[in-house]
């Protein structure tokens, strides 16, 4: 085992090769938000929360840190005004399609973000992929992807897939940080459209 050491928020932080800075933080017992993160799954830097300021060799520059490697006297600053004016704006972003989601009200408490900031498109979906990376990667039923992107990219139950495995698996459910009654919601109108289609 190589260790690395590292420091993060003024505290020495020692990792392992081939750990991610948001790894070595949670290690170390300092708190970095996330929303798409899962330790079972491969990171996807999709939510963009745990984004942190990084300094080496003298260069400061923003990352993902549950993408980023760690490094040898890595410099890491998990708040900072710039790294929480971010948190700020994306929480106010993601509040625009799950305004009640209760992890995102406590982030907003949390940063000072207005819920009202941007106007609602409620879909309750915001995107983390939490429920399809898990389907696939760990439960392997692949009953559930993602429809599109960019802008209109979705979340859907593949519905003969999804009427043959969900009712019985549910794992994805309460991995949901905006609840799991929209993906309830999904998953039922997939199984109906698979029985009268």
Same mark, same amino acid.
Do not use: Q
């Given at each position: 085992m190589t260790e690395i050491h590292l420091q993060i928020d003024g505290q020495a932080v020692v990792a392992?090769? $081939?750990?991610?800075?948001?790894? *070595? *933080?949670?290690?170390? $017992?300092?708190?970095?938000?996330?929303?798409?993160?899962?330790?079972?799954?491969?990171?996807?830097? $999709? &939510?963009?929360?745990? %984004?942190?300021?990084?300094?080496?060799?003298?260069?400061? +520059?923003?990352?993902?840190? &549950?993408?980023?490697?760690?490094?040898?006297? #890595?410099?890491?600053?998990?708040?900072?005004?710039?790294?929480?004016? %971010? +948190?700020?704006?994306? %929480?106010?972003? #993601?509040?625009?399609?799950?305004?009640?989601?209760?992890?995102?009200?406590? #982030? *907003?408490?949390?940063?000072?973000?207005?819920?009202?900031?941007?106007?609602?498109? *409620?879909?309750?979906?915001?995107?983390?992929?939490l429920c399809v990376r898990y389907c696939n990667e760990v439960a392997k039923k692949h009953a559930i992807g993602f429809v599109d992107r960019g802008m209109r990219k979705e979340i859907s139950f593949i519905p003969d897939v999804a009427l043959r495995e969900c009712w019985d698996c549910k794992q994805c459910f309460e991995l949901c940080p905006t609840e799991a009654l929209q993906a309830a919601y999904v998953l039922t109108t997939a199984i109906a459209s698979a029985k009268t289609g």
């Open positions: 392992e090769k $081939g750990m991610t800075v948001l790894e *070595a *933080a949670r290690s170390a $017992g300092i708190f970095i938000p996330t929303l798409c993160y899962h330790e079972k799954l491969e990171p996807f830097g $999709g &939510c963009r929360l745990c %984004i942190v300021e990084v300094e080496e060799r003298g260069w400061t +520059r923003l990352v993902v840190s &549950c993408v980023f490697p760690v490094a040898e006297n #890595l410099v890491v600053r998990t708040r900072s005004e710039k790294v929480d004016r %971010i +948190r700020k704006m994306l %929480i106010e972003l #993601l509040m625009a399609h799950a305004p009640d989601a209760f992890e995102l009200v406590e #982030l *907003a408490k949390t940063y000072g973000a207005d819920r009202n900031r941007f106007e609602k498109e *409620a879909s309750f979906c915001i995107h983390c992929g």
